[in-house]
């Protein structure tokens, strides 16, 4: 799945006044790329990266994913899109604390309206793909850190998305397990997954093979990186 952005601009309207989040952004992502997103507070790339997972739409400006244009499509096939094509990874994991792991896998498949069978199977493989076939009825509070981040980055890959979308994956984790993490997203996409993190850390961003930069709601750069860490 390919995604194009063509002089997008995002307003949001604060007491009357209109704040600029994005001002005219332009750029492609390809399958099987490897892309960080980087910029200080405020430089707009959550904005970005809300927009990119389809969790907002564009004030002005073309947004095309895999061809459709984002800004016309209905709520309804908006969260179709975030269900079936793009596999979320958040900082602070969003877990279900009394479910166990092998549960908050299979939830996306329970949205989408996949029978229990085939559910069982693809969550499974998931799970093992992340290296937690051992850990499939712990709860999270009976995880470490690393460990929860590995079941979230599972349920992202569940619905066997087009891309993985991470929101400063390692944030909340210490040096060695933040590593560990970024071992198994590099793992990902040299399995054939398009990866595009949001980070603002330059070890973290040093694993991605290009980088976007944003400043003020403008791209500063965009760079392929010779050689990912």
Same mark, same amino acid.
Request: hydrophobic residues 40%.
């Given at each position: 799945?390919?995604?194009?952005?063509?002089?997008?601009?995002?307003?949001?309207? #604060?007491?009357?006044?209109?704040?600029?989040?994005?001002?005219?952004?332009?750029?492609?992502?390809?399958?099987?790329?490897?892309?960080?997103? #980087?910029?200080?507070?405020?430089?707009?790339?959550?904005?970005? #990266?809300?927009?990119?997972?389809?969790?907002?739409?564009?004030?002005?400006?073309?947004?095309?994913?895999?061809? @459709?244009?984002?800004?016309?499509?209905?709520?309804?096939?908006?969260?179709?899109?975030?269900?079936?094509?793009?596999?979320?990874?958040?900082?602070?994991?969003?877990?279900?604390?009394?479910?166990?792991?092998?549960?908050?896998?299979?939830?996306?498949?329970?949205? @989408?309206?996949?029978?229990?069978?085939?559910?069982?199977?693809? +969550?499974?493989?998931?799970?093992?793909?992340?290296?937690?076939?051992?850990? #499939?009825?712990?709860?999270?509070?009976?995880?470490?850190?690393?460990?929860?981040?590995?079941? @979230?980055?599972?349920? @992202?890959?569940?619905?066997?998305?087009?891309?993985?979308?991470?929101?400063?994956?390692?944030?909340?984790?210490?040096?060695?397990?933040?590593?560990?993490?970024?071992?198994?997203?590099?793992?990902?996409?040299?399995?054939?997954?398009?990866?595009?993190?949001?980070?603002?850390?330059?070890?973290? +961003?040093?694993?991605?093979?290009?980088?976007?930069?944003?400043?003020?709601?403008?791209?500063?750069?965009?760079?392929?990186?010779?050689?990912? +860490?």
């Amino acid at each position: 799945m390919t995604l194009e952005l063509d002089s997008v601009e995002k307003i949001y309207d #604060m007491n009357s006044v209109g704040v600029h989040a994005l001002r005219g952004v332009s750029f492609g992502i390809d399958d099987n790329e490897y892309v960080a997103i #980087m910029g200080p507070s405020g430089s707009g790339k959550s904005t970005l #990266m809300n927009i990119i997972g389809c969790l907002d739409v564009p004030t002005s400006g073309s947004y095309l994913l895999d061809g @459709a244009e984002v800004g016309s499509l209905s709520e309804d096939r908006l969260a179709e899109i975030r269900n079936e094509k793009i596999g979320f990874v958040f900082q602070t994991f969003n877990l279900l604390p009394r479910s166990d792991v092998f549960h908050n896998v299979e939830l996306p498949l329970i949205y @989408a309206g996949i029978r229990p069978s085939i559910r069982k199977k693809l +969550a499974e493989d998931a799970i093992d793909r992340v290296g937690l076939a051992d850990r #499939m009825k712990h709860r999270p509070n009976e995880l470490s850190g690393g460990q929860r981040q590995r079941v @979230a980055i599972a349920r @992202a890959l569940v619905n066997q998305p087009s891309i993985l979308l991470a929101d400063e994956p390692t944030g909340n984790l210490d040096s060695n397990t933040g590593a560990e993490i970024m071992e198994v997203f590099d793992t990902l996409h040299g399995e054939g997954n398009t990866i595009i993190l949001v980070t603002h850390e330059d070890h973290i +961003a040093s694993h991605a093979l290009r980088v976007i930069r944003l400043l003020d709601g403008r791209i500063a750069s965009d760079s392929l990186q010779s050689e990912a +860490a």
